[in-house]
């Protein structure tokens, strides 16, 4: 088979830059989802998640991540795909020597590593595209928007339910429409008024069920259905996926737990070898540095997998 013609040098320092780079995203990423320990309704991390997901820099940031991802683990596969064609035929003798079972132990925990992702992502950035349901939350004064509100005082007003209210003013309307024609300027008005009953009923439901939070910004637990029915009748409401809530909901199950320790645990032991051997492929160790850049990996890896534990952990035992 041929494949495109990069040197074997070049493929292990963009797997250096690479990895490099999603080093700093998993610290950065542990280090955040510590948010989700406060017991705030999620007030910080909300605004945290809420920054993340409106921001249009993190959104291309967040493409390059994945982008970065994908090359990592394709620079990977073609690197030892690559040695394996340039040695056909397999030594006599298996390799017994460090350097070979690291790179088997890379690999093998890369590819690991690559389908807990798949889990994690179903877990929740899938619910964030839209190919998962989840829980979601939306600010309280996106709903607020004038047609809504005057519907309400109206029908307050007049002592009946909005339902009840856009009814009686369709029937008027018709009434009117018979004597007067011209019906399209009252029929949109009337449309638009029945359109905003949807958002009313979500609002009714969020202060008989107390899911607005106590700062009163932000109404949560919204389903999939509401979220779609927001994003109908008030576009620019865009509810966002309560990533608060859902992660405290997925970790109080212990399965789920189990199989988060085990990525923690692959991810640790793939930086513990990452850390030091970017570092060297990307010559920037030495006999004098090697020893320090080992110990710094060891705590990075450590303090990073510790971090991820921590927040899985707690919020299970409910702390
Ligand atoms: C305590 C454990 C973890 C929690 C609670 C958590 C939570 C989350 C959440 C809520 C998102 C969606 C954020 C958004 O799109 O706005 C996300 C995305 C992501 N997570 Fe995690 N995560 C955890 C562990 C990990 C680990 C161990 C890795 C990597 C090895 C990882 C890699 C990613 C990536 C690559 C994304 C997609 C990019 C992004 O949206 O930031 N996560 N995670």
Redesign the pocket.
């Known amino acids: 088979m041929d494949l495109p013609k990069i040197h074997s040098i070049t493929k292990k320092i963009l797997v250096a830059l690479l990895g490099g780079f999603l080093l700093l995203?998993?610290l950065f990423?542990a280090s955040a989802?510590l948010l989700?320990l406060r017991h705030d309704e999620g007030a910080w991390y909300s605004a945290f998640?809420h920054f993340?997901?409106t921001n249009w820099i993190v959104k291309v940031f967040?493409i390059v991540?994945?982008g970065f991802?994908l090359l990592h683990v394709l620079f990977t596969l073609w690197l030892v795909l690559t040695n394996r064609l340039a040695r056909p035929v397999r030594y006599r003798q298996p390799q017994r020597s460090k350097t070979h079972s690291t790179s088997k132990l890379m690999a093998l925990s890369g590819i690991l590593?690559f389908v807990c992702?798949i889990m994690?992502?179903t877990d929740?950035?899938f619910v964030?595209v839209g190919w998962v349901k989840g829980e979601y939350m939306v600010k309280t004064e996106k709903l607020q928007d004038p047609e809504t509100m005057s519907l309400l005082q109206m029908a307050q007003q007049w002592g009946m339910t909005p339902e009840e209210l856009v009814d009686e003013l369709e029937q008027e309307s018709a009434m009117y429409t018979e004597e007067n024609g011209d019906a399209a300027e009252t029929k949109a008005y009337i449309d638009g008024l029945r359109s905003k009953l949807s958002v009313v009923k979500i609002m009714q439901r969020a202060s008989q069920e107390g899911i607005i939070t106590q700062n009163g910004q932000w109404i949560r637990h919204l389903t999939y259905d509401e979220r779609q029915t927001l994003r109908q009748a008030l576009p620019e409401s865009d509810p966002e996926p309560d990533?608060y809530y859902m992660?405290r909901a997925k970790f109080k199950n212990l399965y789920l737990v189990v199989m988060?320790l085990l990525?923690?645990a692959l991810?640790l032991v793939h930086m513990l070898h990452a850390f030091p051997s970017a570092f060297q492929t990307l010559g920037l160790s030495n006999y004098k540095y090697a020893p320090a850049i080992e110990v710094i990996g060891k705590i990075y890896a450590w303090l990073v997998t510790l971090m991820?534990t921590a927040?899985?952990v707690l919020v299970y035992l409910g702390v």
């Open positions: 995203f998993v990423h989802n989700i998640c993340m997901g967040e991540l994945l991802i590593i992702l994690h992502f929740f950035y964030k990533f992660a988060y990525f923690f991810l991820f927040t899985v």
